[in-house]
């Protein structure tokens, strides 16, 4: 004969463990993948989108370079740098000409009017839906 009292607090353990571990698994699948990752093929760099600003490096600012120089700096009068097209240079270290680029983005593409300079969820989503428009803003 089994003992109930024995067997309820052990299955409890369990379950709280077993939800623990997808509580888990689920965050860091999160951190992994966001869900506001790029939509746009044109670039292919990375579909990983952390939030960069002056001083990031690494393929995920080369993936937004591309798509400032996309969506922005082609269209316009612009010498952010030596890129092609007098865009950013595509080079993964987010610096100067990429702030610059990046901050008139904010103000002409996403009217905001005191732009931080940081790609965020905002700026990553604002890009893409540019990029994937096929159109300079």
């Given at each position: 004969?089994?003992?109930?009292?024995?067997?309820?607090?052990?299955?409890?353990r369990v379950a709280a463990a077993v939800v623990g571990v997808?509580?888990?698994?689920?965050?860091?699948?999160?951190?992994?993948?966001?869900?506001?990752?790029?939509?746009?093929?044109?670039?292919?760099?990375?579909?990983?989108?952390?939030?960069?600003?002056?001083?990031?490096?690494?393929?995920?600012?080369?993936?937004?370079?591309?798509?400032i120089d996309v969506a922005y700096a082609f269209g316009h009068?612009?010498?952010?740098?030596?890129?092609?097209?007098n865009g950013i240079v595509e080079d993964g270290d987010f610096?100067?000409?990429?702030?610059?680029?990046?901050?008139?983005?904010?103000?002409?593409?996403?009217?905001?009017?005191?732009?931080?300079?940081?790609?965020?969820?905002?700026?990553?989503?604002?890009?893409?839906?540019?990029?994937?428009?096929?159109?300079?803003?």
């Open positions: 004969m089994t003992n109930l009292s024995l067997a309820q607090p052990l299955r409890r997808l509580a888990v698994g689920g965050t860091t699948m999160m951190a992994e993948a966001p869900a506001h990752a790029a939509t746009s093929g044109i670039c292919g760099y990375t579909n990983a989108q952390p939030q960069l600003y002056v001083g990031s490096q690494g393929i995920a600012v080369t993936q937004a370079q591309c798509e009068s612009t010498n952010y740098g030596s890129g092609p097209y610096g100067s000409a990429t702030e610059a680029a990046l901050k008139n983005f904010q103000i002409h593409c996403m009217h905001v009017t005191n732009p931080d300079g940081i790609i965020g969820p905002n700026t990553w989503t604002a890009l893409d839906d540019q990029v994937s428009s096929g159109k300079f803003c």
